[in-house]
């Protein structure tokens, strides 16, 4: 059995994933500063209005929207058909809220209209949650005890990369259609639209660097693998 220590481990782990941790930083600043500064710039409906609006003209009105609770909690609910908006976004007329709003109702018609990326991140939700949950504890384990072990947390985490990547798709794909839809429906015009550009696309990097961190993660759990062989 190898000796395991637990502090040369996670040194060498946060040195692997260094890059995606200074990327999420800086990306999650360009969301605060973007979204702040898009909040000042108003909008002629509301967040909730938007998405309505976007939501009825494609033919989704039995699709509720709800107001819940933190901030940038966003998110539409495949299961219950239900699109959320938080409290800076539900209620807020600016371009901001207008523009999470429409990316947030951009799943909803992903939905609708079956767009295969988000049918397969639905359908891996179930393996990268569970995968989430025990692969580094089994990894863990595996490193000091058994190499059988080490390789099923291995691929137990490689689901939750597997979710990432196909999330990429998915989450730029709603960005892309939020764009069009404000525009074409008239909500906001293209003069405007720098600002809910700058929104959008400081979220987009949120995604890649998650993305990015979940990649090196995995690599590095590999070469574990094969520090352990040699």
């Known amino acids: 059995m190898l000796f395991f220590d637990p502090v040369h481990f996670n040194l060498w782990y946060f040195i692997a994933i260094a890059p995606a941790i200074l990327l999420g930083l800086w990306a999650q600043f360009r969301v605060k500063s973007t979204f702040a500064q898009a909040s000042q710039v108003p909008a002629q409906l509301s967040g909730a209005a938007a998405a309505r609006f976007i939501l ?82 089994m990894i863990i384990l595996g490193y000091m005890f058994s190499h059988v072990l080490l390789w099923v947390g291995i691929a137990l985490f490689a689901g939750v990369v597997f979710f990432q990547l196909v999330n990429l798709p998915v989450e730029f794909n709603a960005s892309s259609r939020a764009k069009a839809l404000l525009v074409d429906h008239g909500i906001v015009d293209a003069g405007e639209m720098q600002h809910v550009n700058s929104v959008l696309n400081a979220a987009a990097w949120t995604y890649v660097a998650a993305t990015l961190q979940a990649v090196l993660t995995l690599l590095y759990y590999l070469t574990l693998v094969m520090g352990r062989r040699e």
Do not use: C, W
């Not at 998110?75 to 800076?88: F, M, T």
């Open 56 to 137: 009825d003209a494609a033919g989704l009105r039995d699709v509720p929207i709800e107001q819940v609770r933190g901030q940038l909690t966003d998110h539409y609910d495949p299961r219950h058909k239900v699109l959320r908006l938080s409290q800076g976004v539900y209620g807020q007329r600016n371009m901001a809220a207008v523009g999470i709003a429409a990316h947030e109702a951009g799943h909803a018609l992903q939905d609708a209209k079956q767009y295969a990326p988000l049918v397969i991140r639905n359908a891996a939700v179930p393996v990268a949650g569970f995968g989430s949950g025990i692969s580094i504890p």
